[in-house]
């Protein structure tokens, strides 16, 4: 009997110490990792605060190759959520949510000096109010880099055995913020170092749209007098074909680019026509969309859409390695746009346009949003062309549309949502963070514009 006494006095004084122990331990717990990454804080804020690029730094795909990510919410900023859901146990189901973002994403600026993000997490380690806190602060002598915080925090509250976790919060939680922070600055030297921050870019829905086109290319040094001199021959052709076949042009030239190389750049002409159905060789045709080439192994690839075109001529009514019809020697049909593309505007010369196609680029790769400039050319249309005067001197700039096409986006872009305008040519504000375009003499050609990108 007294062995039991003593059995059970003893266990009271171990729960006794076990409760003394944990109601000394801390209430709360907190870890932090810090990393400087060589990006700009406006992407390296663009990435974090919404949860596009998730999958592709954060460690729960290391943990598990498996595990199924869904979005809800706002696309962008507080209140966009993502979920997780995994059979492995380390992983398991969870969820983040963007609490805040300081300041808001219309603020950050080229001297924009401190920023803070903030994701409420739900998973099952254990604590309540959890959350991860992403403080960045603009370092380097010229304020290209960004020293990134990540912290955890979590209230254990009086619940003793979350105190008692306490004990392991340099486990899953100090990995999760360690490994994620590394992978984090992977995917962010996959973006190009553009400055996109005067950029206004909106998702349009494009539709399908019945188009003459002609493949052509000039050699870089040319610059914008050897692409003008190329764009007019190629309109006069097309202007020609939808002639001949009855059709009417319905809109400006739009310009897709192909090739973008050092020392050529390729590209294709095209008008929109007022017909999908076209007549050639006395048949009757109905345009399709160009589809991706077949890939040719007894020659090397070229990204240009004129591979190839002068092996062997194509018989007229035939179709080329694309699937478009061919009218002529030189000029093609096809349906193009449709599906959404991320647009820009440029209101300068054309030397301006290069430049906002990568800012295009870089945007999207930030806000997660998917592209293929190899299967779906990203393209510019003229909308208002450019004034000149008697001695030649721009008086007024032209105005460009530049798209990307684009999947896996949300309907708008934030500044749309927000009410955000592009610039207009009315404003002589570029779409770009640089100051108005030269006049007509000093303008940059196309090689120039695309170093600045670089």
Same mark, same amino acid.
Do not use: C
């Given at each position: 009997?007294?062995?039991?006494?003593?059995?059970?006095?003893?266990?009271?004084?171990?729960?006794?110490?076990?409760?003394?122990?944990?109601?000394?331990?801390?209430?709360?717990?907190?870890?932090?990792?810090?990393?400087?990454?060589?990006?700009?804080?406006?992407?390296?804020?663009?990435?974090?605060?919404?949860?596009?690029?998730?999958?592709?730094?954060?460690?729960?795909?290391?943990?598990?190759?498996?595990?199924?990510?869904?979005?809800?919410?706002?696309?962008?900023?507080?209140?966009?959520?993502?979920?997780?859901?995994?059979?492995?146990?380390?992983?398991?189901?969870?969820?983040?949510?963007?609490?805040?973002?300081?300041?808001?994403?219309?603020?950050?600026?080229?001297?924009?000096?401190?920023?803070?993000?903030?994701?409420?997490?739900?998973?099952?380690?254990?604590?309540?109010?959890?959350?991860?806190?992403?403080?960045?602060?603009?370092?380097?002598?010229?304020?290209?880099?960004?020293?990134?915080?990540?912290?955890?925090?979590?209230?254990?509250?009086?619940?003793?055995?979350?105190?008692?976790?306490?004990?392991?919060?340099?486990?899953?939680?100090?990995?999760?913020?360690?490994?994620?922070?590394?992978?984090?600055?992977?995917?962010?030297?996959?973006?190009?170092?553009?400055?996109?921050?005067?950029?206004?870019?909106?998702?349009?829905?494009?539709?399908?749209?019945?188009?003459?086109?002609?493949?052509?290319?000039?050699?870089?040094?040319?610059?914008?007098?050897?692409?003008?001199?190329?764009?007019?021959?190629?309109?006069?052709?097309?202007?020609?074909?939808?002639?001949?076949?009855?059709?009417?042009?319905?809109?400006?030239?739009?310009?897709?680019?192909?090739?973008?190389?050092?020392?050529?750049?390729?590209?294709?002409?095209?008008?929109?026509?007022?017909?999908?159905?076209?007549?050639?060789?006395?048949?009757? #045709?109905?345009? /399709?969309?160009? !589809? *991706?080439?077949?890939?040719?192994?007894? $020659?090397? &690839?070229? %990204?240009?859409?004129?591979?190839?075109?002068?092996?062997?001529?194509?018989?007229?009514?035939?179709?080329?390695?694309?699937?478009?019809?061919?009218?002529?020697?030189?000029?093609?049909?096809?349906?193009?746009?449709?599906?959404?593309?991320?647009?820009?505007?440029?209101?300068?010369?054309?030397?301006?346009?290069?430049?906002?196609?990568?800012?295009?680029?870089?945007?999207?790769?930030?806000?997660?949003?998917?592209?293929?400039?190899?299967?779906?050319?990203?393209?510019?249309?003229?909308?208002?062309?450019?004034?000149?005067?008697?001695?030649?001197?721009?008086?007024?700039?032209?105005?460009?549309?530049?798209?990307?096409?684009?999947?896996?986006?949300?309907?708008?872009?934030?500044?749309?949502?927000?009410?955000?305008?592009?610039?207009?040519?009315?404003?002589? #504000?570029?779409? /770009?963070?640089? !100051? *108005?375009?030269?006049?007509?003499?000093? $303008?940059? &050609?196309? %090689?120039?514009?695309?170093?600045?990108?670089?």
């Amino acid at each position: 009997m007294m062995r039991v006494l003593e059995f059970l006095v003893a266990l009271v004084i171990v729960a006794a110490l076990g409760v003394v122990a944990a109601v000394v331990m801390p209430g709360s717990g907190h870890v932090e990792r810090q990393l400087v990454i060589g990006k700009d804080l406006r992407q390296v804020y663009d990435v974090l605060d919404n949860y596009r690029r998730l999958p592709d730094y954060a460690v729960l795909r290391s943990y598990d190759p498996h595990v199924q990510f869904s979005f809800s919410g706002k696309a962008f900023g507080p209140g966009a959520e993502v979920s997780w859901t995994s059979t492995d146990p380390k992983v398991g189901n969870g969820g983040l949510t963007i609490a805040s973002a300081t300041p808001d994403f219309d603020k950050i600026s080229p001297t924009t000096k401190n920023a803070s993000i903030v994701w409420n997490l739900d998973n099952d380690w254990r604590g309540m109010d959890k959350h991860f806190t992403l403080d960045l602060e603009r370092q380097g002598s010229r304020g290209q880099l960004t020293q990134v915080t990540w912290s955890y925090d979590v209230a254990y509250g009086w619940n003793l055995v979350n105190r008692f976790s306490s004990m392991y919060i340099h486990g899953d939680p100090d990995a999760f913020v360690q490994f994620s922070l590394n992978n984090l600055q992977n995917v962010l030297a996959g973006i190009a170092n553009v400055d996109y921050s005067a950029l206004i870019p909106y998702i349009e829905q494009t539709q399908p749209t019945p188009v003459l086109l002609v493949s052509t290319s000039i050699a870089r040094k040319d610059g914008l007098e050897g692409l003008d001199d190329a764009t007019s021959k190629a309109i006069g052709e097309l202007q020609a074909a939808a002639k001949k076949l009855g059709v009417n042009v319905t809109g400006p030239r739009i310009l897709f680019t192909t090739n973008y190389g050092d020392q050529t750049y390729s590209f294709d002409v095209a008008l929109p026509i007022d017909s999908s159905t076209l007549t050639v060789n006395g048949q009757s #045709e109905q345009l /399709t969309a160009p !589809t *991706a080439a077949p890939l040719d192994t007894s $020659a090397p &690839a070229d %990204a240009s859409s004129t591979a190839g075109a002068a092996s062997a001529p194509l018989a007229v009514g035939s179709r080329d390695r694309f699937g478009r019809l061919v009218v002529d020697s030189n000029v093609r049909a096809t349906l193009a746009f449709g599906g959404a593309a991320l647009k820009g505007v440029w209101n300068g010369t054309f030397a301006g346009v290069p430049l906002t196609r990568d800012m295009l680029k870089a945007y999207a790769q930030t806000h997660g949003y998917t592209f293929d400039d190899v299967v779906n050319r990203p393209y510019d249309i003229i909308v208002t062309p450019e004034v000149k005067d008697a001695g030649g001197n721009i008086t007024a700039y032209a105005k460009y549309n530049v798209f990307l096409p684009i999947s896996n986006a949300p309907a708008q872009t934030p500044e749309q949502e927000a009410g955000i305008q592009p610039p207009s040519p009315d404003t002589g #504000e570029p779409a /770009t963070s640089g !100051t *108005a375009p030269a006049p007509a003499s000093t $303008a940059a &050609a196309p %090689a120039a514009a695309a170093s600045a990108a670089q």
